[in-house]
């Protein structure tokens, strides 16, 4: 099982300046959004998601782009805090004070940047067809990183197309089958 990335276009993202350091403050998701089209599926998060993964305390670090390079916190430091509550998965990152955390911040400020994402692997999910859409519902994940990003935009996965299409084999007829998987293919170039 590969890891899979989703971007948020600004999830409420913003600067805290009530403590001696700056914080950023955000969702990296948020639940029963349904995403743009990834590929011949729609997405949706449900509350509980991240409640496991949470749990179990991974060291989950807050990056740039997902650029492991780029590490703004992270939760074994205590510079990222993670938690679900009835929006999504909400974050608060306290930066370092270097050049990238002060350039971010400054982005952040301008209004450069303002989105966010989060990378994970689907423990548990479900498909299924409404009103003519295929809608996978993820109702369990492990959590990698969260992500300030600057371009916001879903972009297609690899493990997320092959789920797909596992789960299409179970329950569409050949013709419908070989249609969607042309779309597929044509949406990953």
């Not at 807050?62 to 939760?75: K, M, Y």
């Not at 990222?80 to 930066?95: A, K, N, Q, S, W």
Request: net charge negative.
């Amino acid at each position: 099982m590969k890891i899979e990335t989703r971007y948020l276009p600004a999830c409420e993202l913003r600067i805290e300046s009530g403590t001696d350091l700056p914080q950023i403050v955000g969702y990296a998701a948020v639940f029963h959004a349904l995403s743009h089209d990834l590929g011949g599926f729609k997405e949706r998060i449900q509350p509980g998601a991240f409640r496991e993964a949470l749990a179990a305390q991974p060291d989950v670090r807050a990056l740039v782009d997902h650029n492991p390079s780029f590490i703004l916190g992270r939760t074994k430091s205590g510079t990222l805090t993670l938690t679900e509550d009835e929006r999504g998965l909400h974050v608060v990152i306290t930066p370092p004070d270097t050049a990238l955390g002060r350039d971010l911040l400054t982005s952040l400020r301008r209004g450069d940047i303002d989105g966010m994402s989060f990378a994970f692997r689907a423990v548990k999910d479900t498909w299924s067809k409404q009103d003519g859409l295929t809608i996978r519902e993820l109702q369990q994940v492990d959590l990698f990183d969260v992500s300030v990003v600057g371009t916001p935009a879903y972009p297609d996965t690899s493990v997320a197309v092959r789920s797909l299409e596992s789960w299409q084999r179970n329950h569409f007829d050949p013709a419908q089958l070989k249609t969607l998987a042309c779309k597929l293919r044509q949406a990953s170039l």
